[in-house]
């Protein structure tokens, strides 16, 4: 008779050194320190966002080059106007969204489809369904063009 027990699900581990999710992990990083460290040499504008449907408070912060976005940060105020928490998009050089640090995890995008989705210390996230990643890009994709938007960066 042979028996077989459930595997526990794997557990979440930094990417293996040198693997393409490693890679990607890696040049996100570099992309964000790049533009992080060179934010004085880019046009800085500020704005506050129109509510949303939750009713929160919002505000938007960008540093671009022309019509081109570098970074943008967007703001959750809690109901004293305190920032609660933030959203950090950084875009490549074509402008396109590749790479979030948001506090569900970090969003690494490839032309701006999703490629690895890692908790906040690095981690592959595991467990997600392919409609809940689906409808997190969706959301960040549609909260940056709005923000962007409201700055005339785009």
Sequence with gaps: LHCTSPQAPPQAA???????????RAGALALAKGIDDTLGTFTHAEKDLPAEADGKARAAES???????????????DATGVVSDTTDFYFDEQGKMAFVRAPDGLFVFNMESLALWLDREQRVKRGVSPADARTRVEELRLRSAKALSTLGVR
């Design 63 to 77: 540093w671009h080059v022309g019509k081109l976005p570098k970074k943008l940060v967007i703001k959750n105020k």
């Design 14 to 24: 930094v990417p293996p050194p040198g693997s393409d999710a490693d890679v990607k």
